[in-house]
């Protein structure tokens, strides 16, 4: 067998090292600092056939092309694809309804549009979801925020803020509420410890399955 080949090693303060698999199926290191390059490789070698498992399952993914903001091309809106119309005459610059509607003298910054509109509705559903979740567990967030991330679907500040991309609005609503419930439990349990996967599982006994969704469909949450 082969050397298992490290693409990037980021050393900083932090106390454990954590193997990452990016989306091009690159593998990082991240490690603490003087961390001997001795110990990364026999940890590397024995997470083998977990890295050589994870590269295989990204290179296998399906090539998702970037959006051309054409008719008939679908975007997904709560897991659900909405084939974009053209309008001439939309009173808005967006227009859900049996189709995606967006404005013709809005093609020229299609993309910009389109991802505003995304962020309003995400802000608007996971604070409705983020609500009702809090009820249900017994603590809520300080606020709830909507970011561009494209690496992480939420997270959790160190003063109550949560934080969830917008692609978020994309996947579907059991998903949307597995993230939120992943972060709110996140308020009282920092670490993914037994306790945490505990407490995730009292309020949704399947979230594997939601999970898993997430894992692979990633790629298709894009613009």
């Not at 990364?40 to 083998?48: A, G, N, V």
């Not at 909405?82 to 509607?101: A, F, G, H, P, S």
């Not at 934080?163 to 939120?180: K, Q």
Request: glycine share 4%; charged share 35%; aromatic share 10%.
């Amino acid at each position: 067998m082969g050397e298992i080949k490290i693409d990037k090693v980021i050393k900083s303060h932090r106390k454990t090292i954590a193997l990452v698999i990016t989306q091009d199926s690159a593998l990082v290191v991240r490690a603490p600092f003087f961390t001997p390059l001795e110990y990364i490789q026999k940890l590397i070698e024995k997470k083998r056939f977990w890295i050589n498992k994870k590269q295989e399952e990204i290179r296998k993914r399906p090539i998702v092309k970037p959006k051309e903001f054409v008719s008939g091309e679908g975007f997904l809106f709560l897991g659900k694809s909405y084939k974009l119309e053209i309008m001439d005459d939309l009173l808005t610059d967006i227009e859900l309804q049996d189709t995606l509607r967006i404005s013709r003298t809005r093609l020229p910054v299609a993309k910009e549009t389109l991802i505003a509109w995304y962020k309003e509705r995400a802000l608007e559903k996971i604070k409705e979801r983020c609500e009702w979740y809090a009820r249900l567990i017994g603590y809520k967030p300080t606020s709830v925020k909507i970011t561009g991330a494209k690496r992480r679907w939420g997270s959790c500040g160190p003063r109550g803020t949560l934080n969830f991309s917008w692609r978020l609005i994309m996947t579907p609503l059991e998903v949307v509420d597995y993230v939120v419930v992943h972060e709110l439990v996140h308020l009282k349990e920092k670490s993914h410890a037994k306790r945490f996967w505990n407490k995730v599982r009292a309020i949704l006994y399947d979230y594997k399955k939601r999970e898993k969704w997430l894992k692979e469909n990633k790629a298709a949450v894009i613009l």
